[in-house]
């Protein structure tokens, strides 16, 4: 720890913990290292950038090593106020290691996008590591001001990798993507003021003190912040209705973006809006407990309605069923941040934290299998009919990645996933929520049963799929072996559902 001059010992900042900093710091110095090297190095030796790119994501990675052993590290701390703006506990590190994780299986699947689709490679691993960063940086951040930052650093370098895509739909996917989410940080921003007006902290251990002891004027302002500041995070999430934008997006995007922006886009919405309900609104519990309960039951029955109707012969319409699919998923993992609301703890989060490990995991896997069947221009269902014939390995892993995404064996590990959010839901009381979810679980099954389904149909004049590039083969061989490692040992993930987060 390297300390700085402290002036006035009650209000300055004290000292940096430069470990606890380290897994964003180091993906934030690789994409101003990557960003330099596209400028100064000759054009013949710009194709390294991208494994310089996977290089920086696993020191990043392994930055998160010495944070697993000892206490919870806090830094960036007034001194005298107890409030702290970045703290490395199981539940920032849980988080980052799913975004940084994520990054580094979208690095890898992008490794051959990059130069089959001609995207400017420095521009793109440029932007993919500092949107890693901020998504990194989101789950460790307690105060509002430092939330908002990293929020905005994960998602401004997304809206340009969606738009990277040469054949015009980047660009309009991009602009409908940029401009809905502006409008939501601008009514995120509005209620942040209103907060603060409210509570005069932007700390979110302060405010919770704040709210609790506001004058009886200012409450309604409070609660009004309160919902406003509540807009940004459930749009990042996905949640209906702020979904539109979703489907186009996915679609429109190169096909690892839309994979990136599935798991990682998400975890950021969901740790940062964990973190402000469970922790800075926690006096409003059974308000936003029951607003995200309603959300949660809306979220996971349109998703999957919008996967349904994906029908055979639909342009794209692999991409959109994933797309559809990962709004229901947002669906359940907005289950426990609800019961975290009737529980009045974070307690319920552990389950949260380890569904959207699982569910990042096989989701980034489905979206490789589908990129090898793209690389012979197939988009549709269809086009993965008879894919055992032709791509004996990839048909296996992508029928298990969508088992798992269904609850069934031998995807074990997606059941356990899909029971431990169950299980918070009637913990917390509620009844309704989980009869919801158990209605929805029995929909999805159509829908990943008959895609599965079609990868072992006969063939009839499914286009040849080619050689499977070394790194994406990599990247299904990781997915697919950490999903069975998971599924023979779900106490690896399923451990962060005891005990506290925070």
Known sequence: MSSLAVTDPGRLIQSVDWVAV???????????????????LPERSRKALGWASVGGLVLALAALLPLTRGETRSTFCLQGAGACSYVADHFALAFQLLALGGALIAALLSLHTVDEEKLPGGEYWFLLLSSASGAALLPASRDLATLIIALEVASLPAFALVGLRRDGRGAESALKFFLSSVTATAVMLLGVSFVYAATGSVHLATIADGLLHAPAQLKPLAEAGAVLTLVGFVFKVAAVPFHFWVPDTYTGAPLPVAGYLSVVGKASGLSGLALVTTVAFR????????????????????????ALRQRSGTEHSAVRLLAWSSVGQAGYLL?????????????????????????????????????????????????????FTRHRWSALALAFFLLCLAGLPPGVIGLFGKVVVFRAAVDAGLGWLAVVMAANVAIALYYYLLWTAKLFAPAEGSPAAPRVPGPLAATLGLTAVGAAVLSLAPQLVLQVVSGSLF
Request: aromatic fraction near 6%; avoid cysteine.
């Open 335 to 387: 289950v426990p941040v609800a019961a975290a609301g009737y529980a009045g703890s974070g307690e319920p989060l552990g389950a949260t934290v380890a569904y959207a490990l699982i569910y990042g995991l096989v989701n980034l896997g489905a979206f490789g299998v589908v990129a090898v069947v793209q690389r012979s221009g197939a988009t549709r269902l269809d086009d993965h009919r008879g894919l």
């Open 283 to 306: 006096p409003y519990g059974h308000t936003w407990g029951l607003a995200l309960a309603v959300l949660a039951a809306l979220t996971m029955t349109v998703g999957n309605a919008g």
């Open 22 to 40: 380290a897994p964003p710091l180091v993906a934030a110095l690789a994409a101003l290292a990557v960003l330099l090297a596209d400028l100064l």
